[in-house]
């Protein structure tokens, strides 16, 4: 194995182990968020205003969270391209 496959297969670890644990965090927040809606619909005191808030506040996070996302897959290709790249004096591949 030369070492170009073997990054490329450390790559392709990290790859999955972040997307393992990014989609458990997404699992975990889409829970909370159903649990946290039910609690703000019992909530008859709490004006409508602040309950319009929250809501906007969960659609800032899942944003972030997405271009999070995005930003890290990006970085992840460009890492592989780099490691595909070839070398000085080394035919690329077809």
Do not use: C
């Amino acid at each position: 194995m030369n070492q170009k496959e073997m990054f490329l297969q450390l790559v392709g670890f990290n790859k999955k182990a972040f997307e393992n644990t990014f989609n458990a965090v997404v699992m975990f927040q889409d829970q909370s968020e159903i649990l946290f809606k039910g609690m703000l619909d019992q909530a008859t005191w709490l004006p409508e205003d602040k309950k319009t808030g929250v809501g906007d506040w969960v659609k800032a996070y899942k944003k972030t969270r997405e271009d999070f996302r995005k930003s890290v897959d990006d970085g992840f290709k460009k890492l592989e391209e780099l490691i595909n790249k070839p070398l000085p004096g080394e035919k690329a591949k077809a």
